[in-house]
């Protein structure tokens, strides 16, 4: 089983498939060559970019993110001002030090390339790695793929075949699920929630308390996303102009706190969601939730919802969200894909609103088979929902996709638990409904900016 931790990781925006996952591999391949004891031979770095990748890496950061992974900077500690000012030093140099210690001649545009018109079989984040030494001759050529959430993997862990439903990382967990239909049964069988039981799965691979302090920094890192935004103001880069809303909003708000319930409760969770994602538009620290596009949703409903009478987090109730929700995110993860490349955005808004869904229907109270029936009901009614992200930016339709997934996951569980009936469709049956779609969808509204509104919206 993977981890929930693996789920929600703390990272810089604008996308875990576009800048997360290519920063790790540069430094995977970075790391390579030192412990091949090889990295003083090199002399140029050559990177292209494929598909998806070179599609939209500019205005994704991949880049960017290629050159400070290359530089020895990780995603889970880099700091997006230290980043920027790094960037700025090479360019002016022409020079980088891979690792942050072997320095060699470095100029993005020639050692870069964006070779959107390789098509990779695996996936179409692909990403080619060679080292040359002086002469010319190849030091270490490496091929990773980037598949979604800050997940990257090589050729040979793609093409191992999975066991069953199951991805395997060598390790034994009590409750082994690879449905939803055997962790409902588990569930039923133990008595547990299904909080409880990941939770005495995540034990098999670290001490409890490392888990839950594992979850509560998550949780802080969600809340501090939405505090940055709610105070940044001005335009956001890239050239469309998009300007910051959220602040705006949060100002109205808290002005007038109690005016509507039901409009409040609307304008809470839009305000939340778009903080969280203009932040992550502007490079900001997102957690991937369980992508950066999708990355609002679940901190909305998470701090509209999870916190005290007088406005304090709730830390259990977190826990119990973010295990849930974790959870779901698990499924998708093993039967289908959270990558826009592979599935649009119904594997990344799809599947946040479906994970946010079901952790709100377990802080409410619902029993596993509601939660499941929640997770199925915010799936069901993004089903097909494209990834066209209008000038390569994760800003248009990003920013309100996540606002408007936000609500429709507190609407999924609410229905969810006012219904004690068995559902028409499971969540086992709605997911392999997303990955047949996804298959299926034309790659001009998987990421690529070739088709949707990328190629209908020139300016904004």
């Not at 039967?335 to 808004?349: F, H, L």
């Not at 219904?419 to 086992?428: H, M």
Request: hydrophobic share 45%.
């Amino acid at each position: 089983m993977l981890s929930v931790l693996d789920i929600f990781r703390i990272g810089i925006g604008p996308s875990s498939s576009h800048t997360v996952g290519p920063m790790r591999i540069a430094r995977r391949f970075v790391a390579a060559l030192a412990r091949a004891g090889r990295l003083a031979q090199v002399a140029r770095v050559r990177v292209e970019l494929q598909g998806s990748l070179a599609l939209t890496g500019v205005g994704h950061g991949t880049v960017d993110a290629t050159i400070l992974g290359l530089a020895g900077y990780a995603p889970e500690t880099a700091n997006p001002d230290e980043c920027a000012a790094a960037l700025a030093g090479i360019a002016a140099a022409g020079r980088i030090a891979l690792g942050g210690k072997h320095a060699i001649a470095f100029e993005p545009a020639r050692d870069i390339d964006l070779a959107g018109h390789i098509l990779p079989d695996l996936h179409p984040n692909g990403m080619t790695l060679t080292a040359f030494d002086a002469e010319g001759g190849i030091v270490l050529e490496r091929t990773y793929y980037s598949t979604g959430g800050g997940f990257v993997a090589s050729a040979a862990q793609l093409q191992r075949k999975p066991k069953g439903d199951r991805i395997s990382t060598g390790k034994s967990v009590p409750h082994d699920f690879g449905s939803a239909e055997e962790l409902l049964t588990m569930c039923a069988a133990t008595g547990h929630s299904i909080a409880e039981l990941v939770l005495a799965n995540e034990d098999a691979s670290r001490a409890r308390e490392k888990t839950l302090a594992g979850l509560d920094l998550i949780a802080a890192a969600m809340d501090a996303c939405i505090d940055r935004g709610l105070h940044q103001r001005g335009i956001l880069p890239g050239g469309l102009k998009v300007r910051r809303r959220a602040p705006e909003l949060w100002e109205k708000l808290s002005a007038n706190p109690q005016s509507n319930e039901r409009e409040q409760l609307f304008d809470w969770l839009n305000c939340y969601a778009m903080a969280v994602n203009e932040e992550n538009a502007a490079g900001g620290r997102v957690v991937t939730a369980p992508t950066n596009g999708a990355a609002g949703i679940i901190p909305a409903v998470i701090r509209f919802y999870c916190q005290t009478a007088d406005g304090q987090a709730c830390l259990e109730s977190r826990r119990t969200f973010l295990l849930t929700a974790g959870a779901i995110g698990l499924l998708y993860k093993q039967r289908a894909s959270i990558s826009g490349a592979e599935m649009g955005c119904q594997g990344e808004v799809g599947v946040a609103c479906s994970m946010a869904a079901g952790g709100l229907a377990a802080l409410w109270g619902g029993s596993p088979t509601q939660i499941a029936s929640a997770a199925e009901i915010g799936m069901e009614h993004n089903l097909g929902l494209t990834c066209d992200p209008v000038g390569g930016l994760v800003q248009v339709p990003c920013i309100e996709r996540n606002a408007i997934g936000a609500v429709k996951a507190v609407n999924a569980a609410r229905l969810a638990l006012h219904r004690d009936e068995a559902t028409c469709v499971s969540l086992d049956q709605v997911i392999e409904t997303m990955r047949q779609t996804g298959l299926d969808m034309s790659s001009k509204y998987k990421e690529t900016s070739q088709g949707g509104l990328a190629v209908n919206v020139v300016e904004c």
